[in-house]
C-alpha cells in the first residue's frame, strides 16, 4: 500500500514537471515592426485576487520583459477581444475606440496597431526619459506605455466633451494594465507626469492626439528573484 501512494505521488509531481513551459522570446524589431504572439489565454489569475493585490509600484528593476509578456499585457490593455466587431479588451465611449498606445523602449517607439497585433516603429528613441520627466524612477522600467486620446476619434465637434470621454477610455485601458501586471507579477503605476510637449513631437502627433497617462512596466526591484 505505502508503495502505491509513494508511486502515485512520484506519478502526480513528474506529470506537473511535463506541463508546456512557457517560451520567453527576446523582443527584436525586423522592418520597423514588432509582431506580437498571440494572448496567452491560460495566464492563471482570478479577478478578486487581482483586485485584492492591485497596487502602485514605483521600484522598478531594469530587467527587460520578452515578447511574449509584452504581447499579453498590450492585449490585456486594449487588445481586440471580439474579432466579429473588432471590439476590445476595455470599453470605448460611443465605440470611438480613440486610444492610442504607445510602446516606448530603448529600441525606440512604437504604436500598437490592434488589427495586425503588432507595433509599428514611429521613432528611433529613446523616449523614456521624457516619459519620466521629474520622477525618475519611471526611467528605469524597461518598458513604457503611453496613452493618447485620439479626439478626432469622436463623432461630434464638441472638443471639451471629446476630452473628458477620452479621459475616462483612457482610465479603463489603465485599469487593465494594473491587473495584467498584477496577474503577472510585473510592477506599473499610473502616471499623468510626463513632458507632454516633447512627447508630443518625438511621437508625431497631431492636435488632436492628446497623451493622457503613462504606464512603466518592468518587474519590482525589491521583490525580483
Ligand atoms: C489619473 C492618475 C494619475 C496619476 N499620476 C501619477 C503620477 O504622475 N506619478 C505617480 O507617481 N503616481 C501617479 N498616480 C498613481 C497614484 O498616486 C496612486 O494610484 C495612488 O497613490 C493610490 O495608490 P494605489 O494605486 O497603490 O492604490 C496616478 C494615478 C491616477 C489614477
Redesign the pocket.
Known amino acids: 500500500m505505502k508503495t502505491f501512494i509513494f508511486l502515485s505521488v512520484l506519478f502526480m509531481l513528474t506529470s506537473c514537471n511535463t506541463l508546456p513551459t512557457r517560451t520567453s522570446t527576446p523582443i527584436s524589431v525586423d522592418n520597423n515592426e514588432i509582431k506580437l504572439t498571440q494572448p496567452d489565454l491560460q495566464v492563471r489569475g482570478e479577478l478578486m485576487n487581482a483586485l485584492k493585490n492591485?497596487?502602485?509600484v514605483?521600484t522598478f528593476d531594469t530587467k527587460a520583459l520578452d515578447l511574449e509578456t509584452l504581447s499579453d499585457l498590450l492585449w490585456a490593455a486594449n487588445g481586440i477581444n471580439r474579432e466579429e466587431s473588432a471590439k476590445r479588451t476595455a470599453p470605448s465611449a460611443v465605440n470611438a475606440q480613440d486610444i492610442l498606445i504607445y510602446v516606448c523602449m530603448e529600441q525606440g517607439a512604437f504604436i500598437y496597431n490592434h488589427e495586425a497585433h503588432s507595433l509599428q516603429q514611429v521613432s528611433t528613441q529613446d523616449l523614456r526619459k521624457e516619459i519620466a520627466h521629474t520622477?525618475e524612477f519611471a526611467q528605469e522600467a524597461p518598458i513604457s506605455l503611453v496613452l493618447v486620446s485620439d479626439l478626432s476619434r469622436f463623432p461630434f465637434d464638441n472638443k471639451e466633451k471629446a476630452l473628458q470621454l477620452g479621459c475616462m477610455d483612457a482610465?479603463y485601458v489603465?485599469q487593465n494594465i494594473y491587473l495584467y501586471c498584477t496577474i503577472a507579477n510585473l510592477a506599473t503605476?499610473?502616471?499623468?507626469?510626463m513632458s507632454t510637449d516633447a512627447l508630443k513631437e518625438a511621437l508625431n502627433l497631431n492636435e488632436n492626439q492628446v497623451p493622457l497617462?503613462n504606464h512603466p512596466v518592468g518587474y519590482n526591484k525589491e521583490t525580483i528573484q
Not at 189 to 193: E, H, L, S, Y
Open positions: 492591485r497596487c502602485s514605483r520622477q482610465g489603465s503605476v499610473a502616471r499623468g507626469t497617462l
